[in-house]
């Protein structure tokens, strides 16, 4: 549950009121997703939100479990976002909204800058934008047609290489 935001519509006898909520679910281990509902009850437009955010989980990978892969940037409409990982003990820090992303992500370390606006809405759009842009090693390597440690820069051909080249530099 992140944002309920109650409206008000005038009629002839009054105003009628409803409800207008938006909920954030993930499984904890790397997929979340966000979901808006509208009804003239609270408890019924939170389930319409969870069922609509049910449905627009995505996967983001994750490094070790607790932190993102690399930094990223998202924007939706005034909002944007920035997200870099961070080392291990760090906690979530972020404001509001994204937060509650970051917690129903299962993300531990994360450190963001939200800048434009403080809509949650549009923040929690524009942190979606930037976790969909996340890319895990593993990921870029099967597309290049390499191997993991080809791209981090471990394993033993580019140790021996770092070496060889040690050895001619001394010489």
């Given at each position: 549950m992140v944002h309920i935001?109650?409206?008000?519509?005038?009629?002839?006898?009054?105003?009628?009121?409803g409800f207008a909520a938006l909920v954030v679910?993930?499984?904890?281990?790397?997929?979340?997703?966000?979901?808006?509902?509208?009804?003239?009850?609270?408890?019924?437009?939170?389930?319409?939100?969870?069922a609509a955010a049910?449905?627009?989980?995505?996967?983001?990978?994750?490094?070790?479990?607790?932190?993102?892969?690399?930094?990223?940037?998202?924007?939706?409409?005034?909002?944007?976002?920035?997200?870099?990982?961070?080392?291990?003990?760090t906690?979530?820090?972020a404001g509001g909204p994204m937060r509650a992303v970051f917690e129903s992500l299962g993300v531990h370390d994360v450190v963001t800058?939200?800048?434009?606006?403080?809509?949650?809405?549009?923040?929690?759009r524009a942190t979606f934008e930037a976790l969909k842009e996340q890319t895990s090693?593993?990921?870029?390597?099967?597309?290049r047609g390499k191997k993991v440690s080809d791209l981090l820069g471990r394993g033993g051909a580019s140790v021996a290489d770092a070496e060889a080249q040690a050895e001619a530099i001394t010489e």
């Open positions: 935001n109650r409206v008000s519509k005038t009629v002839k006898g009054g105003k009628r009121f679910v993930g499984d904890g281990k790397g997929r979340a997703g966000f979901g808006h509902g509208k009804a003239r009850e609270v408890p019924e437009a939170i389930s319409k939100a969870t049910k449905k627009s989980m995505v996967r983001v990978p994750l490094r070790d479990g607790r932190t993102l892969h690399h930094d990223g940037n998202g924007h939706f409409g005034a909002g944007k976002v920035t997200l870099r990982s961070a080392p291990s003990g906690g979530i820090i800058k939200s800048v434009g606006t403080s809509n949650p809405y549009n923040m929690i090693p593993r990921s870029v390597a099967q597309r």
